[in-house]
């Protein structure tokens, strides 16, 4: 059997799915290719616990997915605005403190709590109302450039010929591999331990966020009610103690982090952590021959800024606004494609250094460092006009563009 269209999309996580909507918006006829069925895994029905995976979107994935009438169709009473953002240092004094807030912005909330499942389930339903969309079932097994197009061949024997693949395929990615682009690969030796926990008093829309130096990074984000959601970036040795230590335990870990305000906690089903690897993977391009990167198979940043589903969204957002502006030209010409690496190179880039600097800062257990770190953030907070910048940063670079009305 032999398939054909503009753009195929290897990858059926996030980024894909949102991708594939986003591109049959522009005109494109698109293919998805989903080894299972994304309604058999993502299935309509009422959650009776809360993901231990979740996200904290930013102004432009907001955009995006409401662009595509995918933000109104999830559960809104499982979405949580991130209305403040206090992040303490790890001098004993407690000097080391750092707040942003949404009024001080000129936004209506900084961020998004949104659960993995409940955007995938929108995602889904917005995909099974799309015509510009075929979903085929088979895994990529061999990729090939013929004079015009390009060629995968899948698992279940079909062909398929498209003038541009989009590899949104995750940190291992197979399109990534096959298009002979390498990566900087570096691991942190830490693992993010994510739980869902209920607390006895109300956060107040606020995300809260710990450098503990040798134990690491802990963010506390707020879901509806009083609930949080935890991502402890931990040292790896660390890490399996919090993992083994009983659930108990780390509820009073949580109790006894300095200057918290939620009270006590108490886990949330299911009750047992989920740990990921945390490490840092730059590609060394964004595109090849009628190819193109995305997400994590294009950058993989630390957790720490919560930035790494957004830039994701803004690849997206950037390669729709290349190629919808040229529906007359080949979707699959390197001019586009360059255009798009173009686009994406700073962003991504200043990301990394962010992310991947703050982590250098904060584990460096050097007395002068600790000192200066913590110097340094309380001299941020002193200077409004450098701290709303760092947030509008997070906050996406194009989301001023959009009308505020429309959020």
């Known amino acids: 059997m032999k398939i054909h269209s503009d753009i195929c999309i290897i990858g059926n996580g996030v980024i894909g799915k949102a991708c594939a909507l986003a591109m049959s918006h522009a005109g494109y006829e698109v293919a998805l290719l989903a080894p299972d069925s994304p309604h058999q895994s993502h299935p309509i029905t009422s959650q009776p616990f809360w993901d231990q995976r979740v996200y904290a979107l930013n102004h432009v994935a907001r955009h995006l997915l409401s662009s595509l009438k995918v933000w109104n169709a999830m559960d809104s ?45 929108a995602l889904d339903s917005a995909l099974s109302f799309v015509s510009g969309v075929k979903l085929i079932k088979g895994r990529a097994i061999q990729l090939t450039h013929t004079e015009h197009n390009l060629e995968v061949s899948l698992d279940s ?54 450098f503990l130096g040798a134990d690491g990074i802990v963010a506390l984000l707020p879901l509806p009610d009083q609930q949080v959601s935890l991502v402890w970036s931990a040292p790896d040795a660390f890490a399996t103690r919090l993992m083994a230590e009983s ?21 949330l089903p299911p009750s047992l952590p989920k740990a990921f690897p945390l490490r840092l993977i730059r590609s060394h391009s964004l ?13 993989v940043v630390h957790p720490l800024a919560g930035q790494g589903m957004n830039l994701g969204f803004a690849d997206i957002d950037a390669l729709v606004s290349v190629l919808g502006q040229s529906k007359t030209i080949d979707c699959g010409d390197t001019r586009l494609l360059n255009r798009y690496a173009r686009r994406r190179a700073e962003d991504v880039l200043l990301m990394q250094l962010t992310t991947d600097g703050l982590h250098r800062l904060f584990t460096s257990e050097l007395p002068p460092v600790k000192a200066l770190r913590n110097i340094g ?25 959009h009308p505020m009305e429309s959020f």
């Open 247 to 267: 659930a108990e335990n780390l509820c009073e870990r949580l109790s006894a982090l300095p200057g918290q305000t939620l009270g006590q906690f108490a886990i």
């Open 157 to 210: 024997g079909a062909t398929h010929t498209t003038s541009l693949i989009i590899g949104a395929d995750g940190a291992h990615s197979w399109v990534r591999t096959q298009a002979d682009i390498g990566i900087d690969y570096r691991s942190y030796d830490q693992r993010a331990v994510v739980a869902n926990f209920s607390c006895t008093n109300p956060h107040h829309g606020v995300a809260s966020q710990w």
């Open 287 to 299: 595109i090849a021959d009628r190819i193109a990167l995305m997400g994590d198979a294009a950058h």
């Open 77 to 121: 009473t499982r979405i949580a605005p991130v209305d403040a953002m206090v992040v303490q240092g790890d001098d004993e004094a407690r000097l080391g403190q750092l707040g942003f807030n949404a009024y001080g912005t000129r936004v209506g909330a900084l961020a998004w709590i949104v659960e993995d499942s409940n955007l995938n389930r």
């Open 377 to 401: 953030m309380r001299l941020v907070d002193k200077l409004p006009f450098l701290k709303n910048r760092l947030a509008r940063q997070a906050l996406g670079h194009t989301f001023s563009s």
